[in-house]
């Protein structure tokens, strides 16, 4: 296990260039994240499903520079210069700067695309943040070889936490905790870490987003997390994250569908449920939104298929079901739920194994 000062590079030999592709995907809360205190410290544990589909792919080509007293690069999404991203980017790499003392010998050009449609309702922010992380640690290994693979994973999930929250838990696969908890050796506030071994019905598990919502959100995560702050309910709900975190190990080990459905529904309500008794208070669902909902318990309860429902802090539905139930499913998608959905809009996704190189 490491800790915050091990993540501080004092040992490196600078080179004159690097040029590295890669990629990182998005993640699916079923614990959900929601309050933090600085530095980016979640106020609860929480576990996430890796996607694999949903991605950010980056390349990022370091040349050494003469004048090392501030940082210097490029931003470029999808080819073409995108300035309004480069404030975030400033922020972070202040943020890093103690731990990766190198990247002001450099000029970076970034160039980053993702796989899901833009302003999907998909948050881009956590795949962006791992996947620029994971390029970053790709260049310490150059200059100090001696790191470990273990240790690239755990700094890159340390930055990645530092530019996003929820991006720590996208550098691996297939499931991730975040934040110290007493349920999951091993387990952080500083970085994410994979779950290990489960059960086989989750092997390839399923996630089709339902895209209800495409709009830019109504509260940002930020707002969200300050909205913890001073809320009447924040202990309990931070309790209930541990007790959650306890439960769904249990069942992710022993594959108990019907106590999976009943804890990420849950999950799901109580991040709205925060937002609806927050100070000020939001409805981020939409009417389709509870549409869908009803109509999965409504197809569960007349077909027993152990498909359910998580939400992010949108509209979007995420379904959530194993791989032998895929057909009918989407059968079920295509002939009900695609109503709902914006421009009959959804994307199939699974589980995945987390950042790659390219
Ligand atoms: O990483 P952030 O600050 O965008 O927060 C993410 C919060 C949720 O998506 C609502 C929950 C989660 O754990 O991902």
Redesign the pocket.
Known sequence: MFVENDFVCADFKIIPTFTVSCKAPSNI?LV???GKFEPQLPANP?L?FTLNNCHTATQIQFKQKENTSDFSFDFLFEGKPKESFKPKLVSFFKRIEKYCPYLKNYHLVIDSKNTFPHSSGI?S??SAMAAMSRAIMELEKQLNPTITEDFLFEKASFLARLG????CRSLKGEVVVWGKNKSVKNSSDLYGVPFGEMHSVFNNYQDTILLVDKGEKQVS?TV??QLMENHPFAKERFAQAHENIEKLKTVLQNGDLDEFIAIVESEALT?HAMMMTSSPYFILMKPNTLEIINAIWAFRAETKTPLCFTL??GANVHLLYPTNVKETVIQFVKTKLVAYCQNGQYICDELGTGSALL
């Open positions: 809360a959900k994240y929601w929480s996430s948050a922010s956590a996003s929250g929820s991006a995560s969200g997390h991040l992010d802090a």
